[in-house]
């Protein structure tokens, strides 16, 4: 709607956020209708709701939202999100009506349902009962169809909702006539099962269970669907809840002197000099001033090894400081930071992703203008051939009844729930209907490193020792003198040193080199570990066996580090990101999929050849910046690629969101998770070829209930408009037909994973997962 004034937009590109949208072919309408303005180019995203615009000189916003609105949809410029507190949690207006309709079709439709299908509950002038809980269900429940088929009455299109309003009217308005007009409302009337092929008038048949039922089926699915797309901008709020909400600045004293003082990162500007104590976000970009210390970064770029800093060097924003107190300079704040733009970079690839149009609607684009065709030629020759009009009526809406999208209600709205279900067993968790269908043309897989093939977290993996020296004095007094440290990698190594060595030495006069390591006395001995700069300080040189040690872990990508004690040195110790023991299996299980795996890193080339090679992936992407990784997926797509793309961490959220399907693993951030399409939970990644295949198998399953939900229908049609359909053969084909789609899904739930974890159903012997992977591309 327009709302006064429009406020000046961005020149030449605006953001509408869009109402009134149902379906996809909503926002491919719209998008067709803004591309002919001239020199308009724009691109409409149903399940974020808001269309990205790019317009000429000449060309106002408020011609822009009158064109929308002239295609029976709102338009305006999105809100700005205030933080209110506490209201997050509540449902949108929107959402909260759709689900008050939904609660009461249901709780009217059921008894509906069960008097119509069971004649032992049909009493005398039960059927009046039935109109009454009816009434409510078509008029009310059913108002958004209603109102979404009259839009596109006047846009000449159809949809699932002109099928709905269309078939659900038909039902209730000849019900009416059979009940007020016909003999169907007289005391003692019947719904028996007689299968005969005879023509009849209609005036003892009531369709009311059909009219009911439809719009509680639709109406479960449209609910669910909604609650999808509510999440869809969650990551960007997530994004932009990882930065710090406080800073220490450092003012000027009266005196002269330098203070702190504690203000809101959003007061922060460009010049001013703030404190990051050990533990805290950085909050903003900046330079370091003072102070040395290594900042995890692996929330931005994924990378587990943290990166050493001092004067000069550049932080991001919403990193963490794990060493020492450091003095930043900020250099750039709010909209300019890396944060802000990543979030940019994510909200970019979700509004450019191309949105699959929902099976239904394609299909009943063609369908029902054939369905009202055929009903009026019905009609028309009925009442040309002396039938007369009450038997040209009955036989014209018999065909509008008999194509009511019962089973068509139900076929993806069952097969999601159920496939849905058993995804959610086995630690899969898929979004939306929309996302199955990228899981059948997906050709290339590509795969984040750290946290998703390996593990993301720094692990002890080796101790080389000189000759005569022990392992287990080297951990016991190495791994005491790390344990004081706060460094990521010293505790990888205090951590390893504790298992493996078990009880760790007692620490005195511990001190912190700046950028060489630590030293200090563990009993009685004085231990120094880190760089072999730090040991060659106190004349420890590392032994010729002792370089070629370092210089070959270097070589592999590990972190190594020189242990010295009592005037000599004595050991090699290295720690890295171990590959996850089940990657290996995955990308096996991947490639049987027809997958081509590509490991995309922003290690270096060294590190990321070293894990490819170790899990079996020939093609590598290494030392890719955060921000260029939706680069790469946009460069695949380009080279006909159908990717998907498998992550973690907040620097996987944008190619995610780009990738044309997104997997996050569960043990990731919420960032990677909600920019996602599906979610792993357990964060193993043999699940990835579990959670595709499920996908396809789902998808396989709707497109089998669409195809026998519209046989039965074109099957019947003919009979119908022959005027020899039997309203108990029409009701017993719409409950078959119905059964069929629900049994059909229900075979969803012996779906088995190929992951080897423990699942309700136990899992499939190794010839059967062979059987399974292969039957399954």
């Known amino acids: 709607m327009t709302t006064g004034a429009v406020p000046d937009a961005e020149p030449g590109r605006i953001e509408l956020a869009i109402g009134g949208m149902t379906c996809a072919s909503c926002a491919a309408r719209i998008e067709k209708r803004l591309n002919k303005i001239e020199g308009v180019t724009a691109t409409v995203n149903y399940a974020t709701e808001k269309a990205r615009v790019e317009f000429p000189e000449g060309v106002s916003p408020d011609e822009l939202i009158a064109s929308v609105e002239k295609a029976g949809y709102t338009a305006e410029l999105p809100v700005p999100p205030k933080d209110e507190g506490g209201a997050e949690d509540e449902p ?291 009442a040309g051939t002396g039938t007369g009009i009450a038997g040209a009526f009955t036989a014209g809406v018999a065909v509008l009844i008999i194509a009511c999208p019962c089973a068509l209600g139900l076929a993806t709205p069952t097969a999601l729930m159920v496939g849905t279900g058993r995804g959610a067993q086995l630690g899969i ?48 007094l190495a791994g005491a003198l790390e344990d004081a440290s706060e460094h990521p990698i010293a505790q990888a190594i205090a951590k390893g040193a504790a298992e493996r060595a078990g009880s760790l030495g007692t620490v005195e006069d511990f001190a912190n080199v700046e950028g060489l390591g630590v030293q200090g006395m563990v009993d009685g001995h004085g231990v120094l570990v880190g760089r072999p700069q730090l040991l060659a300080e106190w004349s420890q040189h590392l032994t010729p066996e002792l370089d070629e040690a370092m210089r070959t872990a270097q070589a592999k990508g590990h972190t190594a580090v020189a242990v010295g004690w009592d005037g000599a040195a004595r050991a090699v110790i290295t720690v890295a990101d171990q590959v996850k023991p089940t990657s290996a299996e995955a990308i096996r299980q991947l490639r049987a999929l027809g997958l081509r795996p590509v490991l995309l890193t922003g290690d270096n080339e060294t590190v990321a050849r070293t894990v490819a090679d170790a899990v079996g992936i020939d093609e590598v992407i290494a030392e890719v910046l955060p921000q260029d990784k939706v680069d790469v997926v946009k460069r695949l797509q ?47 990644l043999r699940a990835a070829a579990d959670a595709i295949r499920l996908s396809r198998r789902t998808l396989a399953t709707i497109k089998g209930n669409l195809f026998w939900a519209f046989a039965y229908n074109v099957a019947a049609l003919p009979l119908a408009a022959t005027g020899l359909l039997s309203p108990m053969i029409a009701g017993g084909a719409m409950a078959f037909s119905s059964v069929f789609v629900v049994s059909n899904s229900l075979r969803l739930r012996r779906f088995k994973p190929l992951t080897g974890g423990t699942v309700p159903a136990g899992t499939a012997a190794p010839a059967e997962k062979r059987a399974e992977v292969t039957a399954a591309r």
């Open 92 to 382: 949108p207006d929107g959402l909260l009506a759709l689900r008050q309709r939904l609660v009461a079709s249901v709780v009217l439709s059921v008894p509906v349902i069960a008097m119509a299908m069971i004649p032992a509950l049909q009493f005398e002038s039960w059927q009046w009962l039935s109109l009454t809980l009816a009434a409510p269900v078509v008029v009310y429940a059913g108002w958004p169809f209603h109102r979404a088929a009259l839009t596109n009455l006047r846009h000449g299109a159809a949809t699932m909702d002109t099928l709905v309003s269309v078939g659900t009217l038909a039902a209730f308005g000849w019900s009416l006539w059979a009940l007020f007009f016909g003999t169907a409302g007289e005391p003692g009337m019947k719904h028996g099962f007689e299968f005969s092929m005879t023509r009849s008038d209609g005036s003892m048949n009531i369709y009311l269970e059909a009219a009911s039922g439809v719009i509680a089926f639709i109406l479960a699915g449209r609910y669910f669907e909604a609650r999808s797309k509510r999440r869809a901008g969650a990551a960007l709020k997530a994004l932009l809840e990882l930065g710090a909400k406080e800073v220490s600045v450092v003012r000027d004293g009266p005196a002269g002197e330098s203070r702190e003082e504690r203000i809101p990162v959003d007061r922060l500007a460009v010049g001013d000099v703030f404190v990051v104590r050990p533990g805290e976000k950085i909050a903003t970009d900046g330079t370091v001033e003072e102070g040395s210390s290594a900042v995890d970064a692996s929330l931005l770029t994924g990378e587990s090894v943290p990166v050493e800093v001092g004067p000069g060097d550049a932080v991001a924003g919403a990193t963490v400081n794990a060493g020492g107190r450091l003095l930043v300079r900020a250099t750039r704040v709010g909209s300019d930071t890396q944060l802000a733009q990543m979030a940019r970079l994510v909200e970019d690839a979700q509004t450019g992703k191309a949105q699959v149009q929902r099976l239904a609607d394609r299909i009943s684009g063609i369908f029902v203008p054939v369905v009202i065709a055929l009903a009026v030629a019905t009609l028309g020759f009925w």
């Open 429 to 476: 968790l898929i979004k939306g209907p929309e996302v199955l269908e990228s899981t059948r043309a997906v050709d290339t897989v590509v795969l984040d490193k750290t946290g998703t093939v390996t593990t993301g977290r720094m692990a002890l993996v080796g101790v080389h020792t000189a000759d005569g020296v022990d392992t287990g004095e080297v951990l016991r």
């Open 638 to 684: 380009g080279e006909g690629r159908t990717v998907a793309m498998v992550g973690d961490g907040v620097n996987d959220a944008a190619a995610l969101a780009q990738a044309d399907l997104g997997l996050a693993m569960g043990t990731g951030t919420d960032v990677a998770i909600e920019a996602s399409d599906l979610t792993l939970v357990r964060g193993d």
